[in-house]
Nanobody, 125 residues
């Protein structure tokens, strides 16, 4: 499966942005999906994930500000981000995972088999 994340850009603190991750090659319903991000000089970190059935998981710092959703009919996953902070600045990546024990690995890169190219989100005034 191929993944392409888009929707990044420059936004002011407190603003909102929605990222999309379009998939092709295999139906998205076959995968659990995740969002990770990598800030300059830092390791890539888990942001959010959504299971096949729509159960979501978030890192604590984005919970209540970010919402991850999926539209299987459109083969697309979304990350709605609000109340953005400068520390949210990073390249955001979407990923697809198909392992049967994904629920134990949703927050680490090992839980995913395919990755998109990333989209840059910059939160700055």
């Amino acid at each position: 499966v191929q993944l392409q994340a888009f929707g990044g850009g420059l936004v002011q603190p407190g603003g909102s942005l929605t990222l999309s991750c379009a998939t092709s090659g295999r139906a998205i319903r076959s995968y659990a999906m995740g969002w990770f991000r990598q800030a300059p000089g830092r390791e890539r970190e888990f942001v959010a994930a959504i299971s096949w059935s729509g159960i979501t998981h978030y890192r604590p710092s984005v919970k209540d500000r970010f919402t991850c959703s999926r539209d299987n009919a459109k083969d697309t996953v979304y990350l709605q981000m609000s109340s953005l902070k400068p520390e949210d600045t990073a390249v955001y990546y979407c990923a697809a995972g198909g392992r049967s024990d994904w629920r134990g690995y949703y927050y680490v890169e090992a839980g995913y088999d395919f990755w998109g190219q990333g989209t840059l989100v910059t939160v700055s005034s």
